[in-house]
């Protein structure tokens, strides 16, 4: 008996020790800022614990100081350290409301181009881009994507203008699908034919339906002008910034920025059993 009470005599100021630090180990948080071509950044939300969270679960991790790489689809852009701690701009309320913004010492020469800030912590990263290949603009097939599925919508001969195609595997089935970006705008006047969409056309495994016909893309973003207006041009314009796995399921979300007359904001989308989910935003939505 007098052994076994030595023997915890002996381990207790180890155990003492030892649990701090496995404290220390845990996981912190993944966070994710918009960085706008004007550097203002917002706090989109990211990851914590294996899962997607809102910008209000993760800022209190945040902390001055921190380096955070800047990147767009998968080309890291620049290095940006941050000024103080995110702040929450419920004031503004009506569209802002739930923005958090986090302000970072940008490097005043970059280049002028949306980024999605990654914190890197003690020089490691934790979320990497997903693999994806940038197709031409003028890829055949992705136009006749384009234009099939804008004459599904009623715009009889569309004017197609490709902003973005990537391909990845979005859906997890092996295949790369088509990520299409696309938009024809003008401000001054909203013109029948005008669009902006963001469309996903599912890989060869996915990509038909029963009677082995194309099926039909997986609608991101829509906004669709079907007859002449003589108000200002008010569409959502939108740029694929980034692609990553954030919630580590190996299949990628699909970060946005996107930009209209009166509002901007950033926004994750997840692609689910076919469907597009809007899981995370920050920004105002005019």
């Keep these: 008996m007098s052994c076994l009470r030595g023997l915890i005599f002996v381990l207790s100021p180890l155990l003492l020790l030892v649990a701090p630090a496995a404290a220390a180990d845990a996981p912190r948080p993944e966070p994710l800022l918009g960085v706008s071509s004007d550097g203002e950044a917002c706090l ?52 802002c409301s739930g923005l958090w913004m986090q302000a970072l010492a940008l490097d005043p020469l970059r280049a002028k181009q949306p980024a999605l800030a990654i914190r890197s912590l003690n020089g490691r990263q934790g979320l990497a881009p997903f693999p994806v290949r940038r197709l031409p603009r003028a890829d055949m097939k992705a136009r006749a994507i384009l234009a099939a599925y804008l004459k599904s919508r009623d715009i009889a001969q569309p004017a ?35 669009y902006s969409v963001v469309i996903l056309q599912p890989g060869a495994s996915e990509g038909q339906d029963e009677a082995g016909k194309a099926a039909a893309p997986i609608v991101i973003q829509e906004e669709l002008i079907t007859k002449n ?37 950033w926004e994750v989308i997840r692609i689910v059993d076919g469907q597009a989910e809007h899981a995370l935003f920050c920004g105002c939505e005019g």
């Design 44 to 95: 989109l939300g990211g990851r914590l614990g294996g899962k997607l969270a809102g910008p209000a679960a993760i800022a209190p991790d945040l902390k001055h100081g921190e380096l955070y790489n800047l990147q767009n689809l998968g080309e890291r852009v620049g290095v940006a350290p941050a000024i103080g701690t995110p702040q929450a701009q419920s004031n503004e309320g009506g569209d």
């Design 229 to 265: 207006r003589r108000f200002p041009g008010n569409l959502w314009i939108n740029v694929v910034v980034e692609v990553l796995d954030i919630d580590g399921d190996n299949r990628p979300e699909i970060v946005l920025e996107g930009q209209s007359l009166y509002g901007g904001g």
């Design 160 to 194: 197609i203008n490709i902003t973005q195609a990537l391909a990845a595997d979005f859906t997890g089935d092996g295949q790369d699908d088509i990520l299409i970006n696309a938009h024809r705008a003008a401000r001054n006047k909203e013109r029948k034919g005008d």
